[in-house]
Nanobody, 129 residues
Framework: VQLQASGGGTVQAGGSLRLSCARA?????????VGWFRRGPGSERKGVAC?????????????YYLDSVKGRFTISRDNTKKMVYLEMNNLNPEDAADYYC?????????????????WGRGTLVTVSS
């Protein structure tokens, strides 16, 4: 499974960005849990948000967030476009990092990287103060 993350860039504090994650070759992500992670300069990788698989059950498309991004970030799917997005609002310099999407894993309230098997390359988010 190859993933492609995109949408990073440079914004001023308070600004917004939308990151996108897609499987290569146009395959769908809807049957997979997807997580977004970030690694800032000199820091460890952290789980930012994840969404459970779209399996049609009551537990489908549940979302979980890192506490520091709750209310500012939103993870969502667009199954028609076969994309998973991370909408990031009110960005601050602490949000600056390489952001990665990952899939084929388990999305839980404690978002851990080892719970996901496949990873895309990072997309860099820079926030100027």
């Amino acid at each position: 499974v190859q993933l492609q993350a995109s949408g990073g860039g440079t914004v001023q504090a308070g600004g917004s960005l939308r990151l996108s994650c897609a499987r290569a070759s146009g395959f769908s992500l809807d049957q997979y849990a997807v997580g977004w992670f970030r690694r800032g300069p000199g820091s460890e990788r952290k789980g930012v948000a994840c969404i459970t698989s779209n399996d049609g059950s009551a537990n489908g498309d549940k979302t979980y967030y890192l506490d520091s991004v709750k209310g500012r970030f939103t993870i969502s799917r667009d199954n028609t476009k076969k994309m998973v997005y991370l909408e990031m609002n009110n960005l601050n310099p602490e949000d600056a990092a390489d952001y990665y999407c990952a899939t084929d894993g388990i999305c839980l309230s404690n978002i851990m990287g080892h719970q996901f098997d496949y990873w895309g390359r990072g997309t860099l988010v820079t926030v100027s103060s």
